[in-house]
């Protein structure tokens, strides 16, 4: 099982930067898709979520209207939209497929820095 997460970086306020999860080893399209963040000091937070069919999202209420995440169960690849980001945004971002406690899998996560 494999969860390689691309497109993290250094951008000022109020830019954009698009995070890519590539997953394999496991029967993606069955499993829910979740991104979490932690920044230094601070616990993992759940960021946002979607279904295993993409028909249904969640997200945290400090991201709401500014990212988006979205899936593609051809490629097993989920995708985080990020937009007006701000500094409190800077964390390291984890990609997570889990179906429950026995199937649950982590990437490595990638860094996401606001700064100007």
């Known amino acids: 099982v494999q969860l390689v997460e691309s497109g993290g970086g250094l951008v000022q306020p109020g830019g954009s930067l698009r995070l890519s999860c590539a997953a394999s080893g496991f029967a993606f399209s069955s499993y829910a898709m979740r991104w979490y963040r932690q920044a230094p000091g601070k616990e993992r937070e759940l960021v946002a979520t979607?279904?295993?069919?993409?028909?249904?999202?969640y997200y945290t209420d400090s991201v709401k209207g500014r990212f988006t995440i979205s899936r593609d169960n051809g490629k097993n690849t989920v995708d985080l939209q990020m937009n007006s980001l701000k500094p409190e945004d800077t964390a390291v971002y984890y990609c997570n497929a889990r179906r429950n406690s026995k199937y649950d899998y982590w990437g490595q996560g990638t860094q996401v820095t606001v700064s100007s």
């Open positions: 979607i279904t295993s069919a993409g028909d249904s999202t």
